[in-house]
T-cell receptor, first 116, second 114 residues
């Protein structure tokens, strides 16, 4: 079974631009979560999508948004990029069928975003 | 809110040495606890987990025991190899009304030298 794939793997943008990152979950998984990883802040939860609906949201500004398609693929968008948005963005997929038990999350390799 | 604190790295060891990475948590309730490992250039992989107090998770020679009384989940390995060089993350999951959110510690970089 193919793992979680993220595209692109590397991205360089300049301040003020916007960027879209893509995540394809494992086949059959309906939940996709996004995390931001930086040396200073560590791993922080951005949001989770389940069946095309945002089910959970972290503490990030509105410049960070996402969506999920009917095939469970997800995109996240960052508008008006700032230098501090430079990070590794990780996507994780899971069955996500219930909030009462933990559905193991499988992580992709990440997209390394550099903002100049 | 929920939080995870783990020892800062880097931790530098010689091959076959004993590894301990401390992890403590704060949570309103009884979380499930995890250790994830991140090898260079890769995403996170689940290393082991424990879902209730006194559970011991184990995998690839690593072990961690869920200690409710000390709110800890320390990771141990008796004899490390160079291939264990990676960043290790302690994490927790709280059962909520909805959502599948993990709360991570800051990560501990481990470097094993031959």
């Amino acid at each position: 079974k193919a793992g979680v794939t993220q595209t692109p793997r590397y991205l360089i943008k300049t301040r003020g631009q916007q960027v879209t990152l893509s995540c394809s979950p494992i086949s059959g998984h309906r939940s996709v979560s996004w995390y931001q990883q930086t040396p200073g802040q560590g791993l922080q939860f951005l949001f989770e999508y389940f069946s095309e609906t945002q089910r959970n949201k972290g503490n990030f500004p509105g410049r960070f948004s996402g969506r999920q398609f009917s095939n469970s693929r997800s995109e996240m968008n960052v508008s008006t990029l700032e230098l501090g948005d430079s990070a590794l963005y990780l996507c994780a997929s899971s069955l996500g069928t219930s909030g009462n038990v933990y559905n193991e999350q499988f992580f992709g390799p990440g997209t390394r975003l550099t903002v100049l | 809110g929920d939080s995870v604190t783990q020892m800062e790295g880097p931790v530098t060891l010689s091959e076959e040495a004993f590894l301990t990475i401390n992890c403590t948590y704060t949570a309103t309730g009884y979380p499930s606890l995890f250790w994830y490992v991140q090898y260079p250039g890769e995403g996170l992989q689940l290393l082991l987990k424990a879902t209730k107090a006194d559970d011991k998770g184990s995998n690839k020679g690593f072990e961690a025991t869920y200690r409710k009384e000390t709110t800890s989940f320390h990771l141990e390995k008796g004899s490390v190899q160079v291939s264990d060089s990676a960043v290790y993350f302690c994490a927790l999951f709280m059962i909520k009304a909805a959502g599948n959110k993990l709360t991570f510690g800051g990560g501990t970089r481990v470097l094993v030298k031959p």
